[in-house]
């Protein structure tokens, strides 16, 4: 049977020893620390900004727009698929092989060491929207200055935050597993990875150096770019905004713009409704990679034992009222 993030959570406290430390810094981030986050976060998007321009003539070839999307769908499904679905969530089992390549998939997005971010997701699914969730956009009230002070915050602020989330209380399995402990701590040359390999192709393909920097312009500092904003949209945006056609416990919502670029974690909604599932769009028309993908896996006897969500379970799970409250519901409401 597959534990859930709530069991994991739950066995932590009794753990009898004490577990290593998985991730760069422990449980403090050290200033050094700090300086990389923030390098990570400014120069991306200052490239993100630089992009149109560079692109109007002379700045980008397909082959650039082929790195920028194949690094990119490559570590964002690395995220949703390995860190989210599996890691934290137990939606499905991998045989060791595919466990290992979702993890450094995962890692490969640079958003963080694989035991911090699944501590921190499920610390988030503990508290949504309530006090102790890490990055919630209500934390600040419901006026409008309050909210656009919120949304910064569960966008990029939280992640500045001096005050971390216990690793060894809410990713105990992770901690105690030596491979997923190593490639958390590896997490510095997985990112070195992921931003030298687009130039490396690029330098070779095109033999040259601007070959090499435009590569690494678009599928490496672009694509980070452009993944982080889009990862941490599901964190503000979608739970700001959407339809709530099920019922969960917060604010969490349906985002449809955003289903492409976040492989169908936007169908946010659901997934709070029903946090195991494998499949987060679960209506006909809802674009979800990452279900398609884990479903090959499937086929292919890579996963098994996945948490596919049947009928009489998503109707169990639909709101009354039609979805359109954005009401912050208690637990005890949605127990």
């Known amino acids: 049977m ?20 998985g991730t760069l810094g422990g449980e403090q981030k050290r200033s050094i620390e700090q300086i990389t986050l923030l390098l990570f976060i400014v120069v991306p998007f200052l490239a993100l900004l630089a992009a149109v321009p560079l692109a109007w003539g002379w700045g980008v070839s397909w082959l650039d727009l082929g790195l920028l999307v194949f690094f990119y769908f490559l570590g964002c499904h690395g ?3 390995g860190f989210h679905r599996h890691f934290t969530h137990g939606s499905f089992k991998a045989r060791r092989p595919l466990r290992i390549a979702l993890a450094i998939a995962g890692s490969m997005a640079v958003e963080g060491p694989l035991v911090r ?6 610390r988030h699914h503990k508290f949504s929207d309530h ?3 890490p990055h919630s956009p209500w934390r600040y009230g419901e006026t409008i200055p309050a909210l656009l002070k919120g949304l910064f915050w569960a966008h990029v602020g939280w992640m500045f ?3 971390q989330t216990p690793q060894d209380k809410y990713a105990p399995d992770l901690l105690k597993d030596p491979t997923m402990r190593r490639i958390s701590r ?7 990875v992921s931003l030298l390999t687009p130039p490396l192709i690029g330098g070779l393909v095109t033999w040259s150096w601007w070959g090499a920097f435009t590569a690494f312009f678009w599928g490496s500092l672009v ?9 941490w949209s599901i964190n503000s945006i979608c739970h700001a905004v959407g339809k709530q056609p099920f019922k969960s416990r917060d604010r969490s919502g349906n985002v449809w713009w955003l289903a492409i670029l976040s492989c169908g974690e936007s169908w946010h909604n659901l997934h709070h409704a029903d946090p195991t599932s494998a499949r987060h769009g679960v209506e006909r028309w809802q674009l979800d990679s990452s279900a398609r993908i884990i479903r090959w896996f499937e086929q292919l006897g890579w996963a098994y034992d996945v948490r596919w969500p049947s009928r009489s ?3 169990a799970r639909r709101n009354t009222d039609g979805g359109g409250s954005r009401r912050r519901r208690t637990p005890a409401e949605a127990a």
């Open 2 to 21: 597959t534990t859930s993030s709530s069991d994991v959570i739950d066995q932590a406290g009794a753990a009898a020893e004490p577990l290593p430390s």
């Open 79 to 81: 995220i949703t698929i």
């Open 117 to 122: 971010w699944v501590a921190d997701h499920r």
């Open 131 to 133: 006090e102790g969730d």
């Open 161 to 163: 935050d001096e005050e």
């Open 186 to 192: 590896q997490f510095v040359l997985w990112t070195t």
């Open 223 to 231: 694509r980070v770019a452009l993944l982080h904003h889009v990862t």
């Open 313 to 315: 379970r998503i109707d």
